[in-house]
């Protein structure tokens, strides 16, 4: 059975750093593409950043420079270190894992993945 359980979100300042943490078992995150996602309210969830297999990361326009995906191999976890960080940044973030076949391309479409985390709140305050 697969489990994905996210940490490290809270509440910081505009312009800190938060470095999430996504915890993988019942599956090896290594061999597979993984990503992160988020959702502020009233808004539809967003594609941030993924990381596939090769190391391959591919960012959204809105994060790219600020946020960088990792992966701890030994660890079966997925990190995500957000730099400069916005209050538009403010959302629940998700981990997601099980890309489907066919989506390899789309990488931060929400329809990718087969399996999520419950999620860990962002808020950023200006």
């Known amino acids: 059975q697969v489990q994905l359980v996210e940490s490290g979100g809270g509440s910081v300042q505009s312009g800190g750093s938060l470095r999430l943490s996504c915890a993988a078992s019942?599956?090896?995150?290594?061999?597979?593409?993984m990503g992160w996602f988020r959702q502020a309210p009233g808004k539809e969830r967003e594609g941030v950043a993924s990381?596939?297999?090769?190391?391959?990361?591919t960012y959204a326009d809105s994060v790219k420079g600020r946020f960088t995906i990792a992966r701890d191999n030994a660890k079966n976890t997925l990190y995500l270190q957000m730099n400069t960080l916005k209050p538009e940044d403010t959302a629940v973030y998700y981990c997601?894992?099980?890309?489907?076949?066919?989506?390899?391309?789309?990488?931060?479409?929400?329809?990718?993945?087969?399996?999520w985390g419950q999620g860990t709140q962002v808020t950023v305050s200006s």
């Open positions: 997601a894992a099980g890309l489907r076949a066919g989506w390899s391309r789309r990488p931060l479409q929400s329809g990718a993945y087969a399996y």
């Open positions: 019942g599956y090896s995150g290594r061999r597979y593409c």
């Open positions: 990381l596939d297999a090769l190391g391959k990361t």
